[in-house]
Structures are given as structure tokens and as C-alpha cells.
DNA sequence: TCTGGGGTCCTTACCCTG
DNA sequence: TCTGCAGGGTAAGGACCC
């Protein structure tokens, strides 16, 4: 990519470049997992690119380039119906390695510019820059800054919002992509924001859109003038007053670094779909072996263990379990999604999907752990910390689970 | 058309306790 | 002891975000 064709909208855009009181910068990669693919393939340049898929054909679009949504294509839409839209496409496996690392790059330039930075995502993240003005200069300066440090450093382009509050920098930099920047003074907050329709408001989806539209309510503006009470009757409470508050560009939440994680977890959605409960349970064992090691390479344990199934016809249930304390070994996790699941009575039902997650995260040092019915006071846990360390040094098919093995054809007899 | 995987937050219902 | 109520914890489902 030449830098002529990224830095084409470079100069600020929009109402205005009066930044005084603009402290909060969204700073969003555009079109994040094609670029960081085109970097290493720079003859697909200009072409419709998309990145998804995996390996069983139910795969989504998780990224694509702009010539590519010039056909249609979105993320997040059935990698089947891209194909259709653009037949000529060149398709792409998600290289989540190579994401991880360009975005810690790109999350260590961020800190380079200030220590408030909160991530979103891979490819996103709120900066509070109030502390950086005096020594980098204005808050379009620092956009800038940003913008030009990351192409240079990592040579993919990203689209800075910048604005007084979170939610309308995020907005910013979402109407100013790609390869832009859009500065939204306090003052022009209202005029900005009241002709967007609804669905650009953060917490409005497909199913929120459709209510509101049944209101009569499509553009922002329309939700600020409608009172919080029908709001709130027609939504909820929380949602009702959220969307009030937003409409109004009124947004207290700060830039926090470092918030906590709430839940770990882990599903698998099957090429086919699976009616054996024996291989739906090598399955929980092998989602509960992965959500174990994550809790241990993080120093966490859960209290709450959630089991996930979603059957061939999309519907999904959840059920769940409160230990009477923390877990963090895999066996444990296995048994009670397990449990779970086998309480389900189901006979032969067509499944899709299976999930499990682990809620009520608090750190493991400290914490006095739960020790289930018949376990070894001693053992399974340190066995499993050290198989974690074989992994970390081997990679993590060095050591599994015997049952998640698998065997060449015919060798049925060793299992 | 046919829908991944990782999360967060909200709502509702139910049960228990004071 | 019974009743009503409030509040907390748990469970389940759903919407939403990237």
C-alpha cells in the first residue's frame, strides 16, 4: 500500500477543528485482519480481500477489505453468502498470531502517548490524552501523531475519533473511517449527533432497531425527544435510560485501563452436526482443558461454571452451576459441564455447538479453592501446573488428554 | 442466507433469609 | 406463628459488541 493511498483524508474533517476540551481519542485499525494480511502480501493490493472462514465451511466473514465491502460483503456475515457477493475474491485464514502481535505494537505505541489506554478489542482503544496536550500538543496534533506512527510502524491505517466523551469519540472515528480523522467539539456534540440514525447509538442492535422503529423513532434525534418513561417502558429501565443519556451526548464513563476480565471461556462450533453424547463429551473435555489453562496461565479461578449447547435448528440454552468455591482444575470444570450436560436429558438431539465459560473471576493467589467430592486433597491441580509448563515449553499438543488423542484408522483397540 | 468465538450487560424468575 | 416485603444470590435467556 503506498502511503499516497492511506494518508488520502488526512487532514481533519468534519465540524470543525476547534479541539479544545476533545480529550478522549478513539483510535479504531481500519478493516484490521485484511491489512495486517496484505502486509505480507502486498500483490493483493486493491483487491476484494476477505478474511474468515475455518475449516468446516460455517465459517463468517471476520474481516475484508474495502473493495471487498464495496460488493457487500461484512463482517460478521456467512462466509457462503461473501462467496456469493464476491465470487473473485481472494479468501483468507485468520492468522490470530500474527493480530495478536501487530496489535501489541500498535497498543505499546498507544501507551508511548499516554499510560490511559483501554483496549477493546485487538484492533481498538479509548486514550485519554489530557496528560499528553502539554507535551505533544493538541488533541488533532496527537491524532495525527497516532495515525502517522501507526502506518509507519506497523504499515496498516487506522481512523481516529476525538471528542470529549467515549461514546462520541468512538462515533467519530467510526463516520471518519477509513484512513481518517474527525474531531467533534463540545458544542457541535448535539448538532453531531442528532441526525444519525438510531442504530449508530452503542447498545442498539437488529432486535433494539426494530422496537424503535415501531416507536417511530429512527434518527438520534428522535430518541432525545422522546420521554425517558416511554423510553424506558418500551426497553427497560437500564436500556431505556442509557440510550436517553447517549442521545443527549451524555457519557460519564472514563478512559480505564486494566479492567478486569468477568468471565473465561470457550466453545466450538462442529463441522457437522454431533448426536453422540460420547463425542460431545471429548469435546467438553477438550473446551474444559483450554478454559483450565487459561485460568492458570492468568492466576485465576471461577466460582461459576456455564455450560453452552446451541442445536442444529440455532436455538440455545445455557445452564449453569455455582461451586461452594473457586476452580480452577480442569477435571473439576469437565465434571460439572459434564454434569451439567448429562442432566439434559437429551436423546439424541442434533447439536451444533457446546460451550463452556467460567464466571465470578477473582485472582488465585490467596484464594482457598474448592475441593470436589472424592478429589485428592493433593495432586490433580499440581499435575495439571505442570503440564502447562511441558506446554509452554513444547507447544500445547505436547501433552492431552488421553481420550482427545487422536488415533490413526483401524487403531481402535488402543484407545 | 444461514449464521464464529470471545466477551459484557440486562432482564426476569425463583428461592431463601431476615 | 403467620404474612408481607425487601434484598441478595442464583439461574436462564437474550441482545449486543468486536
New binding site residues.
Partial sequence: MSRSQVRRSSRPTGLGVDDGGCTILHVDMDAFYALVELRSRPELQGMPVIVGG?GG????V?SATYEARAMGVH???????ARRLAPDAVIIPPDHRAYAEVSRGVMSLFHSITPLVEP?????AFLDIAGALRRLGSPTAIGELIRSRVFDEQRITCSVGVASTKFVA?LAS?RSKPDGILVVPAEQVIEFLHPLPV?A?????????VQLDRLGLRTVGDIASTPLSTLQRA??????R?LHELSWGRDARRVSPGEP?????????FDDDIDDAEAIHAHLLKLAD?VGA?LRSTAQVG??VQLKV?FA??????????MSGPIDVTQDLYDTARA?FDALGLQRARI??V?I?V??LQPAEGTARQLMLGAPEQGRREAEIAVDAIRARFGSQSVRPARLVELPPGDEDHR
Avoid: Y
Fill in positions: 475455518g465451511g460455517r465459517g463468517v471476520l463482517s460478521a456475515m456467512p462466509m457462503s453468502r477493546l478489542s485487538l484492533d481498538e468512538k467510526t442504530g447509538l452503542w447498545g442498539v442492535g437488529e432486535k433494539t432497531e426497553l427497560g429501565q437500564a436500556t431505556g442509557h476480565e468477568k468471565s473465561i471461556g470457550a466453545e466450538e462450533t483450554q487459561r466460582r461459576t446451541r435448528d440455532f436455538t440455545t440454552i445455557t445452564r449453569s452451576k455455582t451439567l451444533r455447538l460451550g465459560r464466571e465470578g
